[in-house]
Protein backbone atom coordinates (compact mmCIF):
# COMPACT_ATOMS: atom_id res chain seq x y z
CA UNK A 1 0.00 0.00 0.00
CA UNK A 2 1.72 3.47 -1.38
CA UNK A 3 1.97 6.59 1.57
CA UNK A 4 -1.23 7.87 -0.39
CA UNK A 5 -3.50 4.63 -0.03
CA UNK A 6 -2.81 4.38 3.51
CA UNK A 7 -3.56 8.31 4.73
CA UNK A 8 -6.18 8.37 3.02
CA UNK A 9 -8.40 7.68 5.78
CA UNK A 10 -7.15 10.60 7.30
CA UNK A 11 -8.04 13.10 4.86
CA UNK A 12 -11.17 15.18 6.90
CA UNK A 13 -13.46 14.40 3.77
CA UNK A 14 -13.20 10.98 3.90
CA UNK A 15 -14.65 11.23 7.73
CA UNK A 16 -18.63 10.67 8.60
CA UNK A 17 -17.41 12.32 11.88
CA UNK A 18 -16.87 16.21 10.82
CA UNK A 19 -20.13 16.76 8.88
CA UNK A 20 -22.09 15.58 12.06
CA UNK A 21 -19.85 17.72 13.88
CA UNK A 22 -20.21 20.61 11.67
CA UNK A 23 -23.93 20.14 10.70
CA UNK A 24 -24.54 19.97 14.88
CA UNK A 25 -22.30 22.86 15.60
CA UNK A 26 -24.20 25.26 12.79
CA UNK A 27 -27.94 23.60 13.86
CA UNK A 28 -26.65 24.92 17.67
CA UNK A 29 -25.74 28.45 16.44
CA UNK A 30 -29.06 28.70 14.47
CA UNK A 31 -31.11 27.63 17.51
CA UNK A 32 -29.11 30.65 19.44
CA UNK A 33 -31.11 34.02 18.49
CA UNK A 34 -34.38 31.78 19.50
CA UNK A 35 -33.08 30.63 22.91
CA UNK A 36 -31.93 34.05 23.30
CA UNK A 37 -35.26 35.10 23.36
CA UNK A 38 -36.11 32.93 26.19
CA UNK A 39 -32.95 33.13 27.89
CA UNK A 40 -31.92 29.66 27.31
CA UNK A 41 -28.83 27.87 26.63
CA UNK A 42 -29.10 24.80 23.89
CA UNK A 43 -28.36 22.38 26.80
CA UNK A 44 -30.99 24.18 29.01
CA UNK A 45 -32.97 23.83 26.54
CA UNK A 46 -32.71 20.31 25.58
CA UNK A 47 -33.40 19.53 29.54
CA UNK A 48 -36.11 21.70 29.81
CA UNK A 49 -37.82 19.61 26.88
CA UNK A 50 -37.66 16.66 28.96
CA UNK A 51 -38.68 18.38 31.59
CA UNK A 52 -41.76 19.67 29.74
CA UNK A 53 -42.64 15.95 28.94
CA UNK A 54 -41.96 14.22 31.92
CA UNK A 55 -42.58 17.06 34.77
CA UNK A 56 -40.32 14.97 37.65
CA UNK A 57 -37.17 12.86 36.80
CA UNK A 58 -34.40 11.52 38.64
CA UNK A 59 -31.12 13.04 37.19
CA UNK A 60 -29.88 9.56 36.21
CA UNK A 61 -32.50 9.15 33.88
CA UNK A 62 -32.98 12.62 32.84
CA UNK A 63 -28.70 12.31 31.62
CA UNK A 64 -29.83 9.07 30.06
CA UNK A 65 -32.32 10.97 28.05
CA UNK A 66 -29.80 13.80 26.91
CA UNK A 67 -26.43 11.58 26.60
CA UNK A 68 -25.03 14.10 29.29
CA UNK A 69 -22.99 12.88 31.84
CA UNK A 70 -22.95 14.02 35.44
CA UNK A 71 -20.58 16.44 35.37
CA UNK A 72 -22.22 18.58 32.15
CA UNK A 73 -25.26 17.94 33.43
CA UNK A 74 -25.60 19.53 37.04
CA UNK A 75 -24.16 23.09 36.20
CA UNK A 76 -26.89 22.81 33.66
CA UNK A 77 -29.58 22.04 36.57
CA UNK A 78 -27.90 24.48 38.98
CA UNK A 79 -28.65 27.31 36.82
CA UNK A 80 -32.31 26.23 35.53
CA UNK A 81 -32.93 25.67 39.23
CA UNK A 82 -31.52 29.46 39.60
CA UNK A 83 -33.93 30.38 37.12
CA UNK A 84 -36.92 28.98 38.91
CA UNK A 85 -37.72 26.77 36.33
CA UNK A 86 -36.83 24.12 38.52
CA UNK A 87 -36.33 22.27 41.68
CA UNK A 88 -33.74 19.72 42.28
CA UNK A 89 -34.52 17.55 45.83
CA UNK A 90 -32.65 14.26 47.08
CA UNK A 91 -35.39 11.28 46.93
CA UNK A 92 -37.20 10.36 49.76
CA UNK A 93 -36.96 6.77 49.12
CA UNK A 94 -33.54 6.55 47.98
CA UNK A 95 -31.16 9.45 49.36
CA UNK A 96 -28.52 8.81 46.37
CA UNK A 97 -31.34 9.97 44.19
CA UNK A 98 -31.55 13.32 42.73
CA UNK A 99 -34.97 14.36 41.35
CA UNK A 100 -35.58 16.97 39.68
CA UNK A 101 -39.24 18.76 39.09
CA UNK A 102 -40.34 21.54 36.91
CA UNK A 103 -42.28 24.04 38.43
CA UNK A 104 -44.94 26.74 37.66
CA UNK A 105 -42.12 29.63 36.41
CA UNK A 106 -40.66 26.28 34.02
CA UNK A 107 -43.77 25.06 32.87
CA UNK A 108 -45.11 28.47 31.86
CA UNK A 109 -41.78 28.85 29.79
CA UNK A 110 -43.31 26.08 28.08
CA UNK A 111 -45.55 28.54 25.86
CA UNK A 112 -42.92 30.95 25.26
CA UNK A 113 -40.63 28.29 23.57
CA UNK A 114 -43.24 26.21 21.87
CA UNK A 115 -42.97 28.25 18.59
CA UNK A 116 -38.87 27.18 18.54
CA UNK A 117 -38.91 23.96 16.69
CA UNK A 118 -41.32 25.51 13.83
CA UNK A 119 -38.85 28.58 13.50
CA UNK A 120 -36.06 25.87 13.37
CA UNK A 121 -37.61 23.24 10.69
CA UNK A 122 -37.92 26.95 8.38
CA UNK A 123 -34.27 26.96 8.90
CA UNK A 124 -33.60 23.29 7.25
CA UNK A 125 -34.92 22.89 3.82
CA UNK A 126 -35.34 19.33 4.06
CA UNK A 127 -38.66 17.17 2.96
CA UNK A 128 -40.74 15.73 6.20
CA UNK A 129 -39.55 12.20 4.12
CA UNK A 130 -35.66 13.79 4.45
CA UNK A 131 -35.98 14.81 8.06
CA UNK A 132 -37.73 11.07 9.12
CA UNK A 133 -34.94 9.67 6.94
CA UNK A 134 -32.05 11.69 8.58
CA UNK A 135 -33.05 11.35 11.81
CA UNK A 136 -33.81 7.55 12.32
CA UNK A 137 -30.36 7.21 11.24
CA UNK A 138 -28.66 9.34 13.33
CA UNK A 139 -30.27 7.63 16.30
CA UNK A 140 -28.62 4.16 14.40
CA UNK A 141 -25.53 5.86 14.65
CA UNK A 142 -25.87 6.98 18.37
CA UNK A 143 -26.62 3.11 19.49
CA UNK A 144 -24.29 1.54 17.49
CA UNK A 145 -21.72 3.87 19.03
CA UNK A 146 -22.82 3.38 22.28
CA UNK A 147 -23.29 -0.31 22.22
CA UNK A 148 -19.33 -0.09 21.15
CA UNK A 149 -19.21 1.20 24.10
CA UNK A 150 -21.11 -1.00 26.87
Request: aromatic residues 8%; negative net charge.
Amino acid sequence: MDNKENYSNLKLENQLCFPLYACSKEIIRKYKPYLDEVDLTYTQYIAMMVMWEKKKVNVKTLGESLYLDSGTLTPVLKKLEAKGYISRERSSEDERNLVVTITEEGEALKEKAACIPSKMGKCVHLTPEESATLYKLLYKVISCVRDEEE
